[in-house]
């Protein structure tokens, strides 16, 4: 049995995230979509219908609310509201207007991403975040979708991890996604022009909707210096996190994501250890990661910046080992918040199983979904945590 210690704050976020490219489906005009329909693509399955949620988004929310979450993190998709430069499409801003709605009817609190990880492929096709005209491009996208949170939603993340963005690029033009991008450098070019289009478009959404509290998702690493490596550490974590949360002071919050570590030698990057157990996704088991995160986010930031915990789950298909994991992580993240940091909220990776990126083989999803009916079941551990959520209060 679970000692549930910790009590939350009132107003306090509890819920599960998702992303449009992994749960929607037949998101043709995306980037993503062409990815991986390339002829040479290194993908090794496509997303197709992913778990349709475009259509049983309602469901979605249904099944989140009934099992005791007050909040559900969701993207827009910019390929889908802006299918062509500077046309906006009116059924697809139309569409996620009730699904805001529909969130707020079923009691769950929206946190509405901008931009994860898809764009539209004309916008690729220019150049993605290099073209000089990125960062406008994004804003005249931000000004549309401003209209539709009206009243509906208060949190918003511009985009999501802009530090995986940026070691992707580089990735690419390399002529793949290899497992590992611990060992890549990050493109410059696009962090500088992330960062722009990130602080262009907070401030376009705050004077369209004063209300709105603006922030971005980062991939926390949980870099660890191994003794005598901390020079080494800082400087390896500058350019692939620390600079993205640098980028966030004065912002209304801090979207921290976190899963595993990433131990750091004089040399760089160590592997993981053989005797580590790991998850489907390769990743070290590594619970501890959240509460870690979020210090070493507070500590970036200053301390001035609330934390939103947008993402932090494992891709297992022991369910038991989802709860093991879970309970370990939030008590770390209660010990973080009663050591005063100051954390708005805890938002699940992943409310659904869903395209992971590649491969719908890692699966993160407190409810699983089939493949060919997409019926939904939860899971044991989407009861467990929505108990927890409805009890107000975290282990540890
Ligand atoms: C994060 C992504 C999310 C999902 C999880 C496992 O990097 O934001 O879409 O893939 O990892």
Same mark, same amino acid.
Do not use: Q
């Given at each position: 049995m679970t000692n549930h210690q910790f009590t939350l704050p009132d107003g306090f976020l509890f819920g599960a995230s998702t992303s449009a490219h992994q749960t929607e489906g037949n998101n043709v005009n995306a980037d993503w979509w062409a990815f991986e329909h390339r002829?040479?693509?290194?993908?090794?399955?496509?997303? /197709?219908? #992913?778990?349709?949620s475009y259509h049983r988004w309602r469901e979605d929310m249904d099944l989140l609310a009934d099992l005791g979450f007050n909040a559900y993190r969701f993207s827009v998709e910019w390929a889908r509201i802006e299918?062509?430069?500077g046309q906006v499409s009116q059924s697809a801003l139309a569409h996620y207007r009730r699904m805001l709605q529909g969130a707020h009817d079923r009691g769950l609190e929206p946190v509405v991403t901008l931009h994860h990880f898809t764009s539209p492929r004309w916008f690729a096709e220019r150049?993605?975040?290099?073209?000089?005209?990125a960062a406008e491009a994004f804003t005249r996208y931000t000004e549309a979708v401003a209209p539709v949170l009206? /009243?509906? #939603?208060t949190h918003v993340a511009t985009i999501n991890e802009p530090n995986m963005l940026a070691l992707i690029h580089t990735a690419l033009r390399q002529g793949g996604v290899p497992a590992d991008l611990h060992h890549l450098e990050p493109d410059e070019q696009i962090t500088t022009a992330m960062i722009e289009a990130h602080h262009a478009a907070k401030a376009t959404l705050h004077s369209a909707q004063p209300g709105l509290r603006v922030g971005w998702t980062v991939a926390n690493q949980v870099f660890q210096a191994e003794p005598g490596a901390e020079d080494a550490c800082r400087a390896h974590a500058w350019p692939r996190e620390d600079c993205f949360l640098e980028a966030a002071r004065g912002d209304d919050w801090i979207g921290v994501q976190a899963y595993t570590r990433t131990r750091v030698g004089p040399d760089g990057p160590l592997p993981i250890p053989d005797a580590a157990e790991r998850t489907l996704t390769g990743w070290?088991?590594?619970?501890e990661a959240l509460g870690e995160a979020v210090r070493h986010t507070a500590e970036v930031t200053g301390g001035q910046v609330p934390v939103l915990v947008t993402e932090n789950g494992i891709a297992t298909s022991d369910d038991q080992r989802r709860v093991d994991y879970t309970t370990a992580a939030l008590t770390g993240l209660a010990q973080a918040m009663r050591d005063g940091i100051d954390v708005r909220g805890y938002l699940h990776w992943s409310a659904l199983d869903n395209y992971e990126w590649g491969s719908y083989a890692p699966t993160f999803g407190l409810i699983a979904v089939d493949?060919?009916?997409f019926a939904r079941t939860p899971k044991p551990s989407a009861h467990w945590l929505g108990s927890l959520a409805r009890s107000g209060r975290l282990p540890g």
């Open positions: 002829s040479e693509t290194v993908v090794h399955e496509t997303s /197709g219908d #992913a778990a349709d299918p062509a430069p150049g993605g975040w290099t073209a000089p005209d009206d /009243g509906l #939603a070290e088991y590594y619970p493949r060919d009916t």
